[in-house]
Structure formats: structure tokens, C-alpha cells
């Protein structure tokens, strides 16, 4: 079971830019799962944005964030990331990344593993 990690979180302004990094600390290679990033913002639902799957192919789950959030893949540093631009106060919220051995999915209950969250914070 991979043991995920994400990092990249913080404070920015909107209109800012962060990456996101969710990599696997027990030394699993992540080239042959599907990787899904969500966020759960405060009082909300945990909600699925985007998924990368081992052939690097892409699904986009949010509408909120199309055009502006993606998803891609360093299988040689065994890392995905979350390229997130343009970013508003209501993208506040912690996000997650997830893996599964089957294909992209919205679901939680799909992905088997879930690292801890980071915080992503946009104000002025």
C-alpha cells in the first residue's frame, strides 16, 4: 500500500500560482496507479478535481477549476503534481491527493490510499 505525502501548500494572493506535490514515502513507484487530487474546503464535501492515470492521461472532474488547475506526472522523481493558477479565495481549502490501482475515478471510495492533506490558502 503506497503511503502518500503532499506538499506545495500555503498562503497566496489571489490571481497567484502554487504546485502542489504528492509523492509515496514507502517507497512504493507510483508509475502504475492512477493519482487523483480532491480538496475538502470547511463545511464542505470532500470533492474530486483532477485524475492522472498511468498513461498519463487526464480527467477533469470540477468545473471550477478547468482551465486553470492540472495534472501531470515525474515518473523518474515518482512525484505528481497540481499545477494550480489563477487562484481564488474560494480554492481555500485542504488538498489531498489519493491513488488507486484501477482507473480515474470522482469517488473516494475508489482510492485506497490518501496522504495527509496541505493547506492552500488564498487571500490578501
Known amino acids: 500500500q503506497s503511503q502518500l505525502v503532499e506538499s506545495g501548500g500555503g498562503l497566496v494572493q489571489p490571481g497567484g500560482s502554487l504546485r502542489l506535490s504528492c509523492t509515496d514515502t514507502s517507497g512504493f513507484a507510483l508509475d502504475y496507479y492512477a493519482i487523483g487530487w480532491f480538496r475538502q474546503a470547511p463545511g464542505k464535501e470532500r470533492e474530486a478535481l483532477l485524475c492522472i492515470n498511468s498513461a498519463e492521461r487526464h480527467t477533469n472532474y470540477a468545473d471550477s477549476v478547468q482551465g486553470r488547475f492540472s495534472v501531470s506526472r515525474d515518473n523518474a522523481k515518482n512525484t505528481i503534481y497540481l499545477q494550480m493558477t489563477s487562484l481564488r479565495p474560494e480554492d481555500t481549502a485542504v488538498y489531498y491527493c489519493?491513488?488507486?490501482?484501477?482507473?480515474?475515478?470522482?469517488?473516494?471510495?475508489?482510492?485506497?490510499?490518501w496522504g495527509q492533506g496541505t493547506q492552500v490558502t488564498v487571500s490578501s
Open positions: 489519493a491513488s488507486t490501482w484501477s482507473t480515474c475515478s470522482a469517488y473516494r471510495n475508489d482510492f485506497g490510499s
